[in-house]
């Protein structure tokens, strides 16, 4: 099998599709305007991810973007990173469809230098540092925040290239029964069921749900050089997918001032994927955790939260066992956050986490604790607005990490607002660069990093765009070093780049639609300076485009991505790609709708990562029963 590079006029739609996504977002200010008036207080959204208190996103002073339920519900996407590809900052890679390795890149950082939470509680492996985006199912999740930029003044190790929090489905009001099945291309079967609802006293919800697919052939090797990208040639079997996943929420309200909350996720599932040594798995997923927050007046709030999560992976060869991996990550904080005067906010906190490895390897070190306390400042004055946060970290293997963050915003001309923020952070090494056997490295130190950014942002009535241009520095990045044979930190990276969102209804149509440019440059000296980092483009964009009339909606979301690098040296090209996804759906009685999506619609042939196969067109029905809760 010889050597296939993508045809150029595959990508012809990426030429075709950018353009028209930037030209929109620049003609949006000015056609808002001639435009009705009535659903401004939908941009009004509030978020806790960027400061670890409840601000809106016009009061953040770092780039934020909210997803909620109804987005979500209306965008029909199939998992966690259909949701999430093309969105401001963010490059996807995945190896082969559903169910496979998904990793994501925000702001050209590395795969593992972006935090994930889910429900406040920290996930990710503790030995590959990964995020398993591939298993977390998205008919669970009521809502994701994401936020670009340093916060490891706020949340400490991987949040260097920003944080994505992830909540779970949330119920009120009178209980409902809910559920959903669907069907598809590839075998594709999904259902699930759920009852939720409460009170002023108190609220609950259960939801259960499975996903199967028989999926597509993965990796379609590549003959020379032998065994490149998935290790195997000549597979060409369909590679499956089974997930089943269950959530369980509650909270009681104690008195006039005391909350307890609580929520459980569960999810298993069986993957099939090519390869020589390891070609299906058995995966478990599963995050706990609780909060009692105390509200003593109108100026203090308390909050005491304690999580776990556990990442386990059982590999096979055919029948054969080939390993297996587990992790588990126990977390607690305590914070507390005091009004002292009008818009003069102060937060303080203490954090203590723990890793702890398990499985067949013999890891030199299983174990790993860090304690850690911060303070923030939040004020205003004014039309100007300050954020001022340290964090000190102090970490079993490499000693304490100091970071540090500043940003400050003024609203300006009524409509505008400019932002400047300076932020530190850092990434803990991973169990498998310390301890693996023959090849970790104890001595390694954290990677670290520093980041610009400058923002400016425009709000009309019913309409917010968002202007970011960054610049980050990277130091002590941890490669393989062949003077040692180990891991080392050798390595710097420079990532600038910029972003531009834009949110607005236009004559009955709602608009959502964001465009990045990224400039990842390999900073380490030798044959690779100024190239490239593998796997990211230079630019991306995403537009979705929804309308009702009556019980029927359309929509379609476009995605351009430019072309990238699958190697250090720049020679192993993956070309750039568009697709284009048309949706409908129609509620043809009072809590029932039918849904129909066609997923790249032109069947573009295209890759993430080297010689892994993507989806061609695709198909999906769903009946949902919802009522109103």
Known sequence: MSFRVLPAGRCAGLSRLLPLSLAIAAVLPGTVLAANADAGDALDEVVVTATRTAVTTDATLAPVEVITRDEILRAQATSLADLLRGRAGINLSNQGGDGKLTTLFVRGSESDHVLVLIDGVRVGSATSGLVSFQDLPVS???????????????????????????????????????????????????????????????????????????????????????????????????????????????????????????????????????????????????????????????????????????????????????????????????????????????????DWLRDRVDGDTDYDDTRRGNAAVFAQYQGGFGTHDLQLAVRRDDNDQFGGKTTGSAAWGMGFAEHWRVTASYGTAFKAPTFNELYFPFFGNPDLRPESSRTFDLGLAWRGERTRVALNAFETRVDDLIAYDGSIFLPNNIEKTRLRGAELQVDTAVFGWDIVGAASWLDPENRVPGGNYGKDLPRRARESARIDIDRAFGDFSVGLTGVASGKRYDDLGNTRRVDGFATLDLRAEYRFARHWTLQARVANLFDERYETTSFYNQPGRTWSLTLRFQPAG
């Open 140 to 350: 669970l999740v009521d809502r994701i925040e994401i936020v670009r930029g340093p916060r490891s003044s706020l949340y400490g190790s991987e949040a260097i290239g920003g944080v994505i929090q992830i909540f779970t489905r949330r119920d009120r009001g009178d209980a409902t029964f809910r559920f959903h099945a669907g069907a598809g291309s590839h075998g594709r079967r999904e259902g699930g069921i759920g009852i939720g609802g409460g009170s002023e006293r108190g609220w609950f919800g259960l939801d259960a749900g499975f996903k199967q697919t028989d999926g597509i052939d993965a990796c379609r090797g590549a003959g020379f050089p032998v065994f490149a990208g998935c290790f195997v040639d000549g597979q060409t079997d369909r590679d499956g997918y089974r997930q089943h996943a269950f959530s369980l929420r509650g909270g009681v309200n104690i008195g006039e001032s005391v909350v307890l909350q609580g929520h459980a996720l569960r999810v298993s599932g069986e993957n099939e994927y090519d390869g020589s040594f390891v070609d299906n798995s058995d995966i478990v997923q599963q995050v706990v955790g609780a909060t009692l927050t105390w509200q003593t007046g109108e100026r203090v709030a308390v909050r005491f939260a304690a999580g776990s999560n556990k990442d386990e992976s059982e590999n096979f060869l055919g029948t054969t066992p080939a390993g297996e991996f587990a992790t588990q990550r126990d977390s607690a904080s305590v914070q507390a956050d005091f009004t002292v005067a009008e818009r003069q906010v102060l937060t303080a906190g203490l």
